[in-house]
Antibody, heavy 121, light 107 residues
């Protein structure tokens, strides 16, 4: 059974940093691209970032490019999202999502339960 | 950026009725389109990918169609558990984008 467990969310001040983690199990982690998708309170879904199975290719939404860094540790089946220069509009539930494909992120076939990031002073 | 516009915003139907949801892309996405279902307090669930392929475990009551810029998700007969918000998403171009969602509510 595929399981994705996010952690690392919390309250952070504007301009601050936070690192999210996603522990994966139930599938061959290195065989699939992985993604972060966020959802602001009461709003729709926004794809944030993706990374290929091997970790060599990364992709970002324009809204986070230069501020967020996605990475993965295939030896420990863990996905990360390093967030810096956080702004109020980054406030959202952040979901870790497994991709159907190994290379270029495409469709998200399994999701974690999400971790809430609140950016506020 | 490809903009996906879903209609209607809200669909009020009774159990047993047929639901037809629309997703229109601002430019062609070929058949690189998916549909997700999200219930309150839960993560989204992949229903359909590549416009018409059901994901693992998705019942046959869900079907997708379309290509280019116009897509449809059909639920043939609404079950109580199908009342939720539905999103379309494209993987044709960067960045990956979602529609704003259609809420299917009980009439």
């Amino acid at each position: 059974e595929v399981q994705l467990l996010e952690s690392g969310g919390g309250l952070v001040q504007p301009g601050g940093s936070l690192r999210l983690s996603c522990a994966a199990s139930g599938f061959t982690f290195s065989s699939n691209a992985m993604n972060w998708v966020r959802q602001a309170p009461g709003k729709g879904l926004e794809w944030v970032s993706g990374i290929s199975g091997g970790g060599g290719n990364t992709y970002y939404a324009d809204s986070v490019k230069g501020r967020f860094t996605i990475s993965r540790d295939n030896s420990n089946n863990t996905l990360y999202l390093q967030m810096s220069s956080l702004r109020a509009d980054d406030t959202a539930v952040y979901y870790c999502a497994k991709d159907r494909w190994s290379s270029s992120p495409g469709y998200f076939d399994y999701w974690g339960q999400g971790t809430l990031v609140t950016v506020s002073s | 950026e490809i903009v996906l516009t879903q209609s209607p915003a809200t669909l009020s139907l009774s159990p047993g009725e047929r639901a037809t949801l629309s997703c229109r892309a601002s430019q062609s996405v070929s058949t690189y389109l998916a549909w997700y279902q999200q219930k309150p307090g839960q993560a989204p669930r992949l229903l359909i990918y590549d416009a018409s392929n059901r994901a693992t475990g998705i019942p046959a009551s869900f079907s997708g169609s379309g290509s280019g810029t116009d897509f449809t998700l059909t639920i043939s007969s609404l079950e109580p558990e199908d009342f939720a918000v539905y999103y379309c998403q494209q993987r044709f171009n960067w960045p990956r984008t979602f529609g704003q969602g259609t809420k299917v509510e009980i009439k």
